[in-house]
Structures are given as C-alpha cells and as structure tokens.
C-alpha cells in the first residue's frame, strides 16, 4: 500500500511523492527533483505537477518512480491512445510498449529533439545551433521528422510487427507491463496494423507457448510465430515473406529484422539514397571504390547505395545472421558489383586491416553505411574505421547516446559531422531513428 512520503525523509519504494516536472531523460521518463535528489519520473510530462510512487530508491544519486496523478496538467496532455497503459490504471497494471501515448504528438518529436540535441552536446561534443532566422525551439520542433500518414493516423495502426508474451501460470497472451516482464491482458493493440490486429490471439490461453511474434509484411500474408517453452527457435521464423519497398521487392525472413513502422524502411531508404546523392553532387563518393553496408540485412541499405549510386556500384554488405546475408544476395542480385558476406562486424573490419595496401587504399576511397544495433557501433567498431578511414562514412542509429558517443570518436579522429537528420518512426514511444553523415576531413 503507498504512503506520502513526510518532507525529509529518506525515499522508499512504494512512497508516493508530489514532483515538478522539469525535462525529459533518455530512456521516456522524464526529470524532476525531490529534495535535491533527481528522480526520473515515468508518465509524466515536463512542465507537469504530477504524485508519483517510487518503483526504485537504491541509488543515492537518483530514484525512480511513476505517476498516479496528475495535479497539474501539461497542455500537450491527451486521454492515452492505449486504455490499457493510462495513469488511471495502477503503475503495475499499465500495458508497455507506448510510454509516449500520453503526449500530443507534435510534442512527443519535440522532446525527442531534445534527447537528439541534449545527447550530442553531452556525449557526442555537438551544439546543434538553431536554423537561421528560428530560435532553438522551433528547430528542435523540425528536427524529428514525421512519417507519412502519422499525423492523418494520429501515430496509430503503423507497426507491421508486434511480439505479446504469454503469461506461464495463467497462459493468458499479452503484452508485457510498462519496466516489467508481468503479461497484461490487453483488448487491442493500437499501434499494429489492421493485419496484426485481425490475426493478435488476446483473448486466447496458450499453453507450452512462451512468446507470439506477429508478423504483417507489405507484400505478403500475415503470420503467426510461437516460441515454445523451451525451445530457441520459432516455427515459420526462417519461412521467406515479400516486403515491398516504394516499387522495390525484397525477401526477408519471417523472424528476421524488419523496421516495424509501415513507412520505415522507405523513410530510411530514401534518407540513405539522398545521403548519398549528395556526397555525389560533392563529387565525394566512388562508386568503384571499397564501399561497405555494415550490420546489412537483407541489403536494404546497400539497395539505396545503388539506387543513388547506379549499377556501377562496388560495395560489399556484412551481416552475422548467415539467413539475413542469403536474403541480401538475392535482393543485390541485380547489383553486379554487390557481395554479401556472412561475419560479425568488427572480425570483417580486422581482416581488412590486415588486408593489401591496394584493398586498404580502395576502402580509403570508399563511403561506409552502417546501420548497427541499439547499442551502437561501439569503441571497437568504430575504432576500427577510423582506421581503415574511408572517406564517408553514413551511420543509420536507433539510439541517440550510442550515436552521440560514437560521434565523438568519429570527430575525435578527424570526422566531420556534416549531416544530421532525425525520424519519428516509432510514434507513442520514446524510440526514433536518426541518419549522421561524416565525411573525413
């Protein structure tokens, strides 16, 4: 049961506390201070008067906790776009996955900008100035990019791939709550598309079932993927589906990697196509040169090379899922210059480095996609390119810190950071995708 927390005294989990909130934190939780002690607060936001319960005081520097009321509400405040993760439900009973689903969306990309611009400035040792004849605000409200459809959509029905969990002692399916690994039981799922709504099991028990992946793919039929208990593999998970790309096909595997939002892999597509068109127009780019697509996948980046770049284009994608990498063979097909190579990113990279001088000099000449994981490129990664020092190099993140530390290698190396783009590809949640551009001094 919470109690109010008496003024002075230490913080306890399942206190509650009256918070003002102040800003925003990586992560979709936002900040705010009690008693000179930080505390990230989940369900809020800033500018908000908000009682909150403490989920978490271990650390003396900062504690956590998540709203149980509103005092004093922000303009941007909306009813959320999922019933089952409103602050009128108790904290442990909150579905996850749309921590943002309170907030309009115009300022839901707004305080994405500022992650994006707060994350370069601390990790990655970039200002980013206002645009001229604007203040900072209205930049930071064009920063994040919105994707097609979403504001006619209200960020609603754009994810063509959902995972639900099913609980082990009930054998209910769902979601999991908000910051826990406990199923709730849902009645819909807002964000996914017609497609994975008709096919979402929720009112369904499963037995033996551990996790239902749902898979909605643009040009193909949708699908249901269950992992069993106990087992690693999914049936149907290695099965090819047709993903369709503007008026590109592309064959990728059930349970592969995908970007979920209906419009993304076009949005990202294009994004790189452009990137590149423009490191051309600058007459910085080689298309017979040792150009690499790094964390590939199915070649979707690497097709955006060659669309930019035409079929003359040199360039070779590494991918570790050796299923993935056979995908991308097939998509490059027509790509005479394209390579796919199964192997981890940074083996591929130390095998270069030990490579001829003339391969060194053709990469040296060469621009470098990557696309990595959540986490980053990482030092060694990225380490490893400044040493192979391509000429460009094009870094796809879906994680702001991880770019922000990553650049400032990069900068630190003799980078320069000479485009920044940012997509609001993950609506109601505090996800987005951003495109950097670095071009060797």
């Known amino acids: 049961m919470a109690t109010h927390e008496p003024a002075g005294a230490p913080l306890e989990i399942g206190a509650e506390i009256e918070l003002d909130v102040t800003g925003i934190a990586h992560g979709g939780v936002s900040v705010a201070r009690h008693e ?19 989920t978490d005081a271990k650390k003396k520097s900062f504690a956590r906790a998540t709203t149980t009321e509103v005092l004093d509400a922000s303009p941007d405040r909306r009813p959320h776009v999922w019933s089952e993760a409103d602050v009128s ?36 040792g970039v200002e980013l100035a206002a645009e001229e004849g604007e203040d ?19 960020g609603l029905g754009y994810r063509s791939r959902v995972r639900l969990h099913v609980d082990p002692e009930t054998n209910a399916v769902g979601p999991y709550g908000a910051r826990t690994r406990r199923v709730i039981r849902v009645d819909s799922l807002p964000l996914a598309n017609a ?6 099991p929720l009112d369904d028990l499963m037995p033996d079932v551990a996790t239902v992946d749902l898979v909605a793919p643009s040009a193909d039929d949708p699908r249901m993927l269950l992992g069993m208990v106990g087992e690693r593999t999914r049936a149907g998970a290695a099965d090819p589906v047709r993903e369709l790309v503007e008026d590109r096909g ?6 592969g990697f995908w970007q979920v939002h209906r419009e993304a892999p076009a949005l990202l597509f294009t994004a790189v196509r452009d990137a590149i068109s423009d490191l051309i127009e600058a007459d910085r780019f080689d298309p017979a040169a040792g150009n690499l697509d790094l964390y590939g996948g199915a070649g979707l980046l690497a097709a955006a090379m060659a669309e930019a770049a035409g079929p003359g284009l040199k360039v070779t994608t590494v991918e570790s899922d050796e299923a993935a990498t056979d995908d991308a063979s097939e998509n490059l097909s027509e790509l005479l210059g394209g390579l796919a190579v199964t192997a981890r990113v940074d083996r591929h990279l130390a095998e270069l480095l030990k490579s001829a001088a003339t391969v060194r000099d053709r990469i040296r000449r060469g621009t470098v996609v990557l696309d990595p994981p959540r986490s980053g490129a990482g030092g ?13 190099i094009v870094y796809v993140a ?3 810190v991880a770019l922000a530390r990553d650049t400032k290698t990069l900068r630190d190396s003799g980078y320069e ?7 609001d590809i993950f609506p109601h949640t505090h996800h987005f995708e951003s495109l950097a551009v670095f071009e060797r001094e």
Do not use: W, Y
């Open 36 to 54: 000179g002690r930080v505390v990230f607060v989940a369900d809020a936001i800033p500018g908000e008067r908000v009682r909150a319960r403490v």
């Open 89 to 124: 439900r108790d904290p442990e009973a909150r579905a996850g996955g749309a921590e943002f689903g309170h907030i309009a969306l115009q300022r839901q990309r707004t305080l994405k900008a500022e992650v994006l611009t707060d994350a370069m400035r601390r990790f990655g």
């Open 136 to 154: 900072l605000a209205e930049t930071l409200a064009d920063l994040v990019e919105a994707a097609p459809g979403d504001e006619e959509n209200n």
């Open 195 to 200: 497609d994975i709504a008709q096919i979402a």
């Open 250 to 255: 592309f064959i990728v595997r059930a349970g």
């Open 380 to 392: 060694e990664v990225t380490a490893q390119l400044t040493q192979l020092s391509p000429a460009n």
């Open 398 to 400: 879906c994680d702001p």
């Open 417 to 423: 950071l000479t485009g920044l783009r940012a997509f």
